[in-house]
């Protein structure tokens, strides 16, 4: 992200994976409710970075990108070793900013080559755009596009 533009989020479907801690589970040998929100942030800020926007960037021109709400709905446990992959996909944009929709899943361990990935957790994620005093503002010109998603 070099110049003076901010790039377009882009809406398509971003992945990323990443494998469960044994720290990160509970005593259930879950992992703990609260360890998504790491999560779902790693796969944001990945998303992020794979469409060129740099958040260190967009401090330098006096924007952040900041969590409004989360909502979360586990779906069924994830515990240590298991290979999580987070999607993440531009659900809608407004003028301050938007909805992001980010699905946990994790592969199948029946063995069967054809079963799909199980979800794990659905999360739906507002995000808002603020100036340096922490205050919304409208997205720069470059975030706002029309798209499908809008």
Sequence with gaps: MKGDAVPAIEPSVHTCSLSVRSYECDSYGHVNNAVYLHYLEYARHQYLRDIGVSVLELREFGYGLLVAKVSIQYRRPAITDDLL??????????????????????????????????????????????????????????????????
């Design 85 to 150: 992959t987070i999607s993440t996909s531009a659900v809608r944009q407004a003028i301050v900013g938007g909805v992001l929709r980010q699905v946990v899943t994790k592969a199948d361990t029946t063995g069967e080559s054809s079963s799909r990935p199980s979800v794990v957790a659905e999360a739906e994620v507002t995000w808002v755009c603020v100036d340096v005093r922490g205050r919304p503002v409208r997205l720069p010109a470059a975030f706002q596009q029309e798209s499908p998603l809008s």
